[in-house]
């Protein structure tokens, strides 16, 4: 059984519920198939397509079932948690903003509430749960999105209740998806000031709408930002303005603080950082579940195109190696992230099944902060490969690319801000390298996913390929990650007898250092994983073919990082770059046999994939002309004012 796309009734059930028809695509009917995929068949209409998927070295159902099985989610005491994220990575191939709609409320909102309130919030996330309210997250403001710090709403303790109110403009909250018309609810963050102080960041789950009349409560005003590109559309995201909004003190989520009746401020957390650090780190769930928008836009991206390129004759423009290099690495990104990611989520599952049940372990605190650095780096490296493979699709797919029929442009603009929302990349890759330097300065690195166990390990120079060039490949990470360290430590060192505070430093040494280190440490878990991953397969088809895929994808990310291994010393003279890149390219053409078979491993059914030239049947000439003739009108009425413009032009030359 296909655990995404069957579970997808869980999601479209609860989605439903809380999105009104934003798009005429109707979703019962969605429904209806995704329960059909179990039984999928190809329809093998094409011969050209079906001579590409015989040439598959491997069985796709068999393959299929590793990668996306129900085996493959293994949170099996958090089963909720985990089909609820499976799902909501089905039903995002076909719209996002359906998706994102269900993960603000259900994920984000749930989550914040669920990891920073306490018992006395157990009725609000049961209404969560339900669908009996609706909630949204609210972080953003018009002057201050990265830099969480300066954010300008204020909370006031004042006789017994906070006060909420946006000094001005800049302060003002915005980008909350699900607030401009549907939320009920908010998590919202806002300067907590009592005893006469800032106390700091602080987030609050707090009503802003009437049940019943759904008009914002008094004090607050609620409004759209307005239209944008592709799936968001339907979103609302809204803005959100304080005018002395009175609520309750039990809106704090009080996890580690809290106001007591009489306004004294009281907290167990040691400091303002280790207080936003957990408040904000809460952003971890959002962000991990964007890792798998980097996949699934690799896996819409490289079955659109391959499926063209295979059906673009007379001799299909996939035969040309170049066609295939500009493709099949991010096929196999596409195989790799995902597997990643399902692991993360199992290791994120596990981690707020025990901060649920009460844990307070040491350990528990260091994976706090191993899944904080790790979605911080992971979620860039998967979105940037994702929004690069659809570009890359688009144009390999030629004019044609281009129509909207295609879906590549349309996905492009919708994938497109998973780059910014939950922290924007460049900005979060900060985050993580924090996380790794002060990681360093403890005795040891050993983390409990174990994706910093190797920092404190001295590599060694490339000295010869071995006969596994994944391994080679992360042990060239490693001597990468050990000289992105020291480089990035030495600078830091050197900023700070110059007396620079440490935000000015830390922003000094990212360029060609720390934001490289975190990229080079995302990189090197998602192909740990990966290769244990893939030893872990029993069959031996399935291993082969995979091995293949992981050893592109690995390629792939190294090569671009040849420069810096050749300046920190790891090489010299040809032999390691003209290695890696002789075998990216054999790599490459080895697996373009396979290409088709593995498009179908992870390709959505027609009507999720909803394009002409992606099809499964290959028929991608039919498809489009079904879409021409759509447009074939009645003639437009300027028509006959051209005739007459036309004649009279030409009766006037002719008089010339
Ligand atoms: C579709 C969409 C949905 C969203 N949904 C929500 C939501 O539901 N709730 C919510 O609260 N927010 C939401 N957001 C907002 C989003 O989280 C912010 O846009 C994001 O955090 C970036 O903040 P910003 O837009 O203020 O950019 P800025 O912080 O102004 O950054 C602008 C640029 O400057 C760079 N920059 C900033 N500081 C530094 C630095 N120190 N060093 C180097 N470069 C720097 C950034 O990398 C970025 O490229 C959404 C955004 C989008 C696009």
């Known amino acids: 059984m296909v655990v995404p796309f069957t579970v997808a009734l869980y999601t479209l059930a609860e989605a439903r519920a809380i999105n009104p028809a934003q798009k005429n695509r109707s979703r019962a009917f969605i429904l209806k198939e995704v329960m059909s995929l179990k039984t999928i068949t190809f329809s093998m209409t094409t011969p050209l397509i079906d001579e ?82 609706v909630g949204c997250f609210c972080l953003t403001e018009v002057s201050h999105g990265s830099n969480t710090q300066k954010m300008q709403t204020t909370a006031t303790f004042d006789k017994g209740e906070f006060v909420f109110h946006t000094p001005n403009i800049g302060a003002i909250k915005c980008w909350a998806g699900n607030l401009s018309h549907s939320a009920t609810h908010a998590v919202v963050f806002a300067q907590l000031h009592t005893e006469g102080r800032c106390q700091g960041l602080h987030s609050f789950v707090i009503q802003v709408r009437d049940m019943k009349t759904m008009k914002p409560l008094p004090g607050i005003a609620i409004g759209d930002m307005g239209e944008k590109p592709g799936d968001w559309n339907g979103v609302e995201n809204g803005w959100m303005k304080f ?29 303002q950082s280790e207080k936003q650090s957990v408040t904000l780190g809460t952003l971890s769930v959002g962000r991990m579940g964007i890792i798998m928008k980097g996949a699934n836009a ?49 290791h994120f599952v596990e981690y707020m099944w025990r901060v649920m049940s009460g844990e307070k372990s040491e350990e528990l605190a260091e994976m706090s902060k191993e899944i904080h650095a790790l979605s911080a780096a992971a979620k860039p490296v998967a979105t940037w490969m994702g929004i690069e493979a659809l570009g890359e699709a688009r144009r390999a797919c030629g004019g044609h690319g281009f129509l909207t029929c295609s879906r590549l442009n349309d996905l492009r603009e919708s994938f497109d801000p998973s780059q910014t929302y939950e922290g924007e990349n460049n900005m979060i890759l900060q985050q993580s390298s924090n996380i790794i330097f002060a990681k360093l ?16 390990d001295t590599p060694k120079q490339f000295s010869g390929f071995s006969n596994c060039i994944v391994e080679d490949v992360l042990s060239a990470y490693k001597y990468l990650i050990r000289h992105l360290v020291k480089t990035s430590m030495r600078d830091y060192e050197k900023l700070k007898t110059t007396g620079k505070d440490s935000f000015t430093i830390r922003n000094e040494i990212q360029v060609h250092r720390a934001h490289t280190l975190s990229i080079a440490y995302g990189e090197h878990a998602i192909i740990q994983w990966g290769l244990e991953f893939v030893r872990d397969i029993a069959e031996q088809k399935s291993k082969q073919v995979m091995q293949r895929v992981l ?47 593995l498009v179908d491993v992870l390709a959505p059914p027609d009507f999720i994939l909803g394009s002409s030239l992606g099809a499964e049947d290959g028929r991608a000439y039919d498809r489009l002309m079904e879409v021409f003739l759509k447009h074939e009108n009645e003639s437009p009425p300027f028509q006959k004012d051209l005739a007459n413009f036309l004649a009279q032009r030409s009766n006037n030359n002719s008089k010339l």
């Not at 989610?73 to 709609?101: C, H, N, S, Y």
């Not at 004759?313 to 190696?321: G, N, R, S, T």
């Not at 300065?441 to 404190?456: A, D, F, I, V």
Request: aromatic share 12%.
């Open 298 to 346: 690799c896996i819409l991206a490289t079955t659109i195109a391959l499926r063209y390129s295979v059906a673009r004759q007379e001799m299909p423009v996939f035969e040309y190696p170049l066609q295939q290099y500009r493709l099949i690495p991010y096929l196999c990104g596409g195989f790799i992230i995902k597997i990643f990611q399902k692991r993360f989520q199992n």
């Open 551 to 597: 050893s592109l994808y690995s390629l792939f990310v190294l090569d671009k990082h040849l420069a810096t291994l050749y300046i920190s010393g790891y090489c010299s003279g040809p032999e390691f770059g003209d290695g890696i890149r002789s075998s990216l390219r054999l790599t490459c053409a080895s697996l373009a046999p396979d290409a088709i078979g």
């Open 441 to 456: 300065k403890e005795p040891h690195t050993r983390t409990p996913m174990g994706t910093m166990n190797y920092l404190l």
């Open 52 to 133: 590409y998927r015989k040439k598959a070295s491997f069985d796709v159902n068999t393959l299929r079932n590793i990668i996306d099985g129900e085996e493959f989610v293994e949170a099996k005491p958090q089963e909720d948690f985990a089909k609820a994220l499976a799902a909501i990575d089905a039903l995002e191939t076909f719209d996002q903003g359906t998706a994102a709609r269900y993960f603000l409320h259900a994920n984000v909102f749930g989550s914040a509430v669920r990891s920073l309130g306490t018992d006395r919030h157990a009725e609000t996330l049961r209404q969560t749960e339900q669908n009996e309210i």
């Open 243 to 271: 005018d002395h909004h009175r609520a309750p003190l039990w809106t704090l989520l009080n996890k580690g603080c809290d106001v007591t009746p009489e306004g004294k401020y009281v907290t167990s957390f040691k400091s």
